[in-house]
C-alpha cells in the first residue's frame, strides 16, 4: 500500500495572533489538505502548549471539540488525537466523544490514546498523576473499555482502574467493526505490547530512523506473541515538514520558526528530494504513514510537499 500522509496540529498560532482567526485559518487549511490528497489530520490533545513546541501561553484549543468542528466541514479526512492522555477524560466518557465524532463526520474518527505524560499540566487543572506503572494499567483499562462500551448494547467492564457497569452507548460509531485506536507512544515493555494487543494505529513519534526501526523490531516481537502480524497494525510516526528550494533556504526558514531538531537528525527540514530519499527510508522500515507538523504560516512547505513529494508515493 502506498505511503499516506497527515498533517499534525501542534500549534494554534495564527497569522495575525487573534483568537478569532484560529478556527477560520484551521478549516481553510484541512479543506486544503483534503484538496491535495492527504489521508489524516491530527489535533495534539494538551491543556497549554508543551515543552519544545512553544511557551505555555501560547492559545491552545481543545482538542475533541476542534475535531468535532472539523468533521463538519471536510468529507474525507480521517480524523484523531495524537493523543489523548487517558487521565484526562474518564475512558467511557471519551468512548462517548469519539462514537459522537464518528456519526458526525460519517465514519471519519480514530481514538489516539496514550498513557500521559505532562505533570504540570495534570497538577495544573487539578487531575491526579499517578506513576507511569498505573498510568499505563488506565491506557490498558482504557482500550478495553472503550471496546466494550462501542460493541455491547449494555456494557459492563470491570478493570483494575475504570468500570462501568450496564452502560449504554448510543448511537454507536458508524464504522464497521469499529473507529480505529491508535496507541501513541515508545515504552518497550508496556505500551508498545498495549499497541500489539490491542490497536489498529500506533504512533512512534517523531523519531530518526535508527530508532524507529528498533521500536518496529519490539513491536513485531510483541505482536508474534500476541498472534497477530505487523499487517495487522499501521505503523506511523511523526516529523517536522520545512521544505524550501535549497538546503539552506530550508535551514533558515527553521532556524527562524524557532523549532529545535533531535541531535544528529534533519527531519523533512531541506528540499523537496531530500525529503523523498528520507520518507522512501521510512517506508523500506515499515512506517505506512507520516504526520507532519509545519509551521502554522509556512504553507510554502505544504505546496512543495503536495506538488513534489506527495507524487512520488502515489
Known sequence: ????????HNSFLTSDGRAESIWPEMR???QWLEANGFAYLSVMDHLWQIPGVGPA????????????????VTERLELT????????????????????????SGGRAILGVGG??????YHGYGYEFPRAGVRLGQLRD???????????????????????????????PIQRPRPRILVGGLGERVTLRIAAEHADMCNLLSTPPDLFRHKVDVLKGHLERAGRSIAEIEVT??????????????QAKWDASGGRLPEGYRSMVGTPDEAIARLKEFETLGCDAVFFSAANGDQESLDLFAREVAPAFA
Open 1 to 8: 500500500a502506498a505511503m499516506k500522509f497527515g498533517l499534525h
Open 28 to 30: 481553510d487549511r484541512a
Open 57 to 72: 501561553d501560547q492559545p491552545f484549543m481543545e482538542a475533541w471539540t476542534t475535531l468535532g468542528a472539523l468533521a463538519a
Open 81 to 104: 488525537t495524537m493523543v489523548s492522555a487517558v487521565g484526562y477524560r474518564n475512558p467511557a466518557l471519551l468512548a462517548k466523544m469519539a462514537a459522537t465524532l464518528d456519526v458526525i
Open 116 to 121: 500521559g505524560w505532562y505533570e504540570q499540566e
Open 142 to 172: 482504557a482500550v478495553e473499555l472503550v471496546k466494550a462500551m462501542w460493541a455491547d448494547e449494555r456494557a459492563t467492564y470491570e478493570g483494575r482502574h475504570f468500570v462501568v457497569r450496564e452502560a449504554i452507548l448510543e448511537p454507536k
Open 237 to 250: 510516526k511523526l516529523d517536522r515538514l520545512c521544505l524550501a528550494a535549497t538546503p539552506e533556504a530550508a
